[in-house]
């Protein structure tokens, strides 16, 4: 028995396949390295000792998905790959609607085929749009600012009326806050393409001279300091809560959702200045406009995640800090050294 990892080799595919994997799972990862290594497949190999199985696919290809299924023994699969830059997803939106929609329903369609009940999806706290925090699970859906929060929003739609009509299937929805840093090893992390979108790996390539300096989005927000708040998570905790989620599928059925956060939202000044406190490394910054479509303050409430699956991070914004670093110093053009 193995657990499929579609986009498997990416940031958080990569985490999980090692934390599965060191907790006694088989993994197929299946990725098409549009937006991700295939070095991480060794990378995985030298942490965990074991090479993890590998298929170069599109899993918009029906066919291709089929074969992955023919050729192992899938008893469960976690369904990260998708089209995930919002900003691009304003300008594309017809490629990430048809992407990240089509990918999960030929998945979704394969398991059906071959007797597959149980399914993991990588949502986003995104679909909760603009609403006070501490978000929780309860809270309504929807008013997401860009087509990249809506695909998260109809497939968690899609599955929910799966497992609705399906009792046998068990579903389970992991709403991600801000995933950050890195494997303790330093060898797999954030490795995004041209232009950070985000906050940490555009901070790790500042401190890494690789940029000169970072732009702050804005400091008059009604927060703190004026500067953005959101619920940072580390990597290795929300890969944590992937396998809390796999042993809760596999015990039940039914549709259920989760949040992976952390519960405390900390501002970009704070980052900034605990990435230089505990690294002891400067990043310089200016303060710009703000980014259209960025909220003042998101953070997880994550009280259902800790009573129902028995998970809560560990991490705090200082290991967040630390690993990252660690990652980008080791690794200063990512996987293509
Ligand atoms: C964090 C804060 C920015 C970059 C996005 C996606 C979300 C999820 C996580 C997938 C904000 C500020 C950022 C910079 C800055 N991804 N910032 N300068 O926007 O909260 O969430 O990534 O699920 O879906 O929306 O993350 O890291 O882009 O921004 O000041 O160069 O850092 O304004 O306050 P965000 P982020």
Known sequence: MA???TGGAGFIGSHTAVCLMQAGYDVVLADNFSNSSPKVVGRIAEITGKTPVCVEADVCDKEAVRNIFRAHDISAVVHFAGLKAVGESVQKPLEYYRNNLDSALTVLEVMREFGCRQFVFSSSATVYGDQ???LNESAPTGGCSNPYGWTKFMIEKILIDAARADETLSVVLLRYFNPIGAHESGRIGEDPQGI???LMPYITQVASGRREKLTVFGNDYPTPDGTGVRDYIHVCDL???HRCALEYAAAHTGCEVFNLGTGHGYSV???VHTFTRV???DVPYVIGPRRAGDLATVYAA??????????QAQRDLEA???DSWNWQKKNPMGYDA
């Open 196 to 198: 950070p979108n985000n």
């Open 269 to 271: 000044l704070d980052m």
């Open 3 to 5: 657990i499929l990892l």
């Open 302 to 311: 994550c009280d259902k995640a800790k009573e129902v699956l028995g998970w």
């Open 279 to 281: 690294n002891g490394v």
């Open 239 to 241: 890969a944590e809560g």
């Open 320 to 322: 967040m800090c630390r």
């Open 132 to 134: 006070p925090a501490p």
